[in-house]
């Protein structure tokens, strides 16, 4: 069935310091990944999406890649800072009329230690 | 523009006892969906409305959860008998169409004892 793996599942960075974390899913008609925050108490907020037709996105200190042949997706943040601290979770789906279920991943600790 | 709202935030109750849970969409979203996460996971699909129509319910667990959303606005979600391993946290999102974006609301944590 459809899956995301996510790695790794903790992640401690000095602030300063970059950050990546890699997703690999299974299911090759999935054409829409979000990538999503999640801190304590809080529901997942939406903090970048990238598309199949597009292989890089950038948003200030945050990236993401895509590899469609190998089914890989990276989250990149740069210039880490304490508040970046929280559960990211990735996940895959599919746009369109069709489209709506997300698969996520594990989730992955960021610790951003000041 | 308010948030996706759900209410109660913390439940307990007992195992065997009935539970709903309750979901406010952003105005205007017509697809609706229920995750459940379990601590240290994702969130997993439950249900998925667009409109007042189910749109997928592969993962729900048809003997204990049911869900509703008869006016195509609000929904519940609702489970009875409970076992413990349904303790998570039940996450309602909305989006304005299929396979738009997903606003979360805050969840239920629910624990059964």
């Known amino acids: 069935g459809e899956n995301v793996e996510q790695h790794p599942s903790t992640l401690s960075v000095q602030e300063g310091d970059s950050a990546v974390i890699k997703c690999t899913y299974s299911d090759s008609a999935s054409n829409y990944f979000p990538w999503y925050k999640q801190e304590l108490g809080k529901g997942p907020q939406l903090i970048i999406d990238?598309?199949?037709?597009?292989g890089e996105k950038k948003d200030q200190r945050i990236a993401v890649t895509l590899n469609k042949t190998a089914k890989h997706f990276s989250l990149h943040i740069t210039e880490t800072q304490p508040e970046d601290s929280a559960v990211y979770f990735c996940?895959?789906?599919?746009?369109?009329?069709?489209?709506?279920?997300?698969?996520f991943g594990q989730g992955t600790e960021l610790s951003v230690k000041p | 523009e308010a948030g996706v709202a759900q209410s109660p935030r913390y439940k307990i109750i007992e195992k065997r006892q009935s539970v709903a849970f309750w979901c406010n969409p952003i105005?205007?979203?017509?697809?609706l969906y229920w995750y459940q996460q379990i601590l240290g996971q994702g969130p997993k699909l439950l249900i998925q409305?667009?409109?007042?129509?189910?749109?997928?319910d592969s993962q729900l667990p048809k003997d204990r959860f049911s869900a509703e959303r008869l006016k195509g606005v609000d929904s519940t979600l609702k489970i009875q008998p409970a076992k413990l391993e349904d303790s998570a946290v039940y996450l309602c999102a909305s989006s304005s169409e299929r396979g738009a974006e997903q606003f979360f609301g805050p969840g239920t944590r629910l624990t059964v004892l």
């Open positions: 409305f667009q409109n007042n129509g189910v749109v997928d």
């Open positions: 996940a895959a789906s599919w746009e369109g009329n069709q489209g709506g279920k997300l698969i």
């Open positions: 990238i598309r199949s037709n597009v």
């Open positions: 105005s205007g979203h017509a697809t």
